[in-house]
């Protein structure tokens, strides 16, 4: 069974421009949530979708925003970029309810230069 | 909102020593889960706790969650190299379903 798949894996941009960021969770799986890692930081939630809905959100500015397809795949996009984005960008997904493990992507590699 | 501190920050033991990260909610959880993530790698779910005072055990690692349900801690016997990563931590809220990450405890291992 293939696992969460984060394309793409290496992103340089510079400030001001905006990037898209996309997922394909695993099969089955209608929930997909969205991490940004950096050092020291831990996991900062960004946001959850579930058919297409966004389930929860994080205290992300504006500038974050995400939307997740029919076929439960979900793209995340940050606009405006400043160099603070520069991060581990992680997607996860996970079967129907709320005790069901996280099963994380390879993640996105975003630099701003 | 939701809080959920992780402490050490960082360790390093020697190779056989035991290790223990800390977990300390601001509200009441519904469950927890740990996770593990390796140097350069994603974070894989390790286990879930539900129930108040649960205790959990895979192979050197026991697993605690609180009789409050407010915190929870990890343990590991006997290290080995194999241990290093960071450990997080993840509890949904009584009522609220987002999950909340710790910040991570950053194992290091010296052989």
């Known amino acids: 069974k293939a696992g969460v798949t984060q394309t793409p894996r290496y992103l340089i941009k510079t400030r001001g421009q905006q990037v898209t960021l996309s997922c394909s969770p695993i099969s089955g799986h209608r929930s997909v949530s969205w991490y940004q890692q950096t050092p020291g930081q831990g996991l900062q939630f960004l946001f959850e979708y579930f058919s297409e809905t966004q389930r929860n959100k994080g205290n992300f500015p504006g500038r974050f925003s995400g939307r997740q397809f029919s076929n439960s795949r979900s793209e995340m996009n940050v606009s405006t970029l400043e160099l603070g984005d520069s991060a581990l960008y992680l997607c996860?997904?996970?079967?129907?309810?709320?005790?069901?493990?996280?099963?994380f992507g390879d993640g996105t590699r975003l630099s701003i230069l | 909102g939701q809080q959920v501190m992780q402490i050490p920050q960082y360790q390093h033991v020697q190779e056989g020593e035991d290790f223990t990260t800390y977990c300390n909610s601001s509200?009441?959880?519904?469950?927890i889960q740990w996770y593990k993530q390796r140097p350069g790698g994603h974070p894989v779910f390790l286990i879930q706790l539900v129930k108040s005072g649960e205790v959990k055990k895979q192979k050197r690692l026991t697993f605690q969650f609180g009789e409050a349900k407010k915190n929870s801690s990890l343990h590991i016997t006997a290290t080995q190299t194999t241990d290093v990563g960071t450990y997080f931590c993840?509890?949904?809220?009584?009522?609220?379903?987002?999950?909340?990450f710790g910040a991570g405890t950053i194992l290091r291992v010296k052989s």
């Open positions: 996860a997904s996970r079967r129907t309810g709320d005790d069901q493990p996280q099963h």
């Open positions: 993840a509890g949904h809220g009584e009522y609220g379903n987002k999950l909340v």
């Open positions: 509200t009441t959880l519904s469950n």
